[in-house]
Nanobody, 122 residues
Framework: VQLQASGGGSVEAGGSLRLSCLASGSMISINTMAWFRQAPGQQRELVAQISSSSTIIYADSVKGRFTISRDNAKNTMYLQMNSLKPEDTAVYYC?????????????????WGQGTLVTVSS
């Protein structure tokens, strides 16, 4: 299973970006998907997550500005980021818990995408 994140870039404060994360490979289903971010010198933190039944959690810092969604038919997750602030500058990583078949058993494993850089200037 591979996760491919895209959509990062440079914007001015107040601008918007839309991130995408495509999951590919041999899968039975995708459970929870999430976006994390890591700013320079900081620990990686959860930005938002969405379950297979679309239960959503947001970090307090992005509530009201960011919207997470997923298209199960396309194995794709999105993060619409509006009203961006300089403190949103970070590498954004997608994360997914995926159920797959190996032999006679099914396994739930967690995968990470490669990260996409978001830079917000003041």
């Amino acid at each position: 299973v591979q996760l491919q994140a895209s959509g990062g870039g440079s914007v001015e404060a107040g601008g918007s970006l839309r991130l995408s994360c495509l999951a590919s490979g041999s899968m039975i289903s995708i459970n929870t998907m999430a976006w994390f971010r890591q700013a320079p010198g900081q620990q990686r933190e959860l930005v938002a997550q969405i379950s297979s039944s679309s239960t959503i959690i947001y970090a307090d810092s992005v509530k009201g500005r960011f919207t997470i969604s997923r298209d199960n038919a396309k194995n794709t997750m999105y993060l619409q980021m509006n009203s961006l602030k300089p403190e949103d500058t970070a590498v954004y990583y997608c994360n997914a818990n995926v159920r797959s078949q190996r032999g006679f058993r099914q396994y739930d494993d967690t995968y990470w995408g490669q990260g996409t850089l978001v830079t917000v200037s003041s």
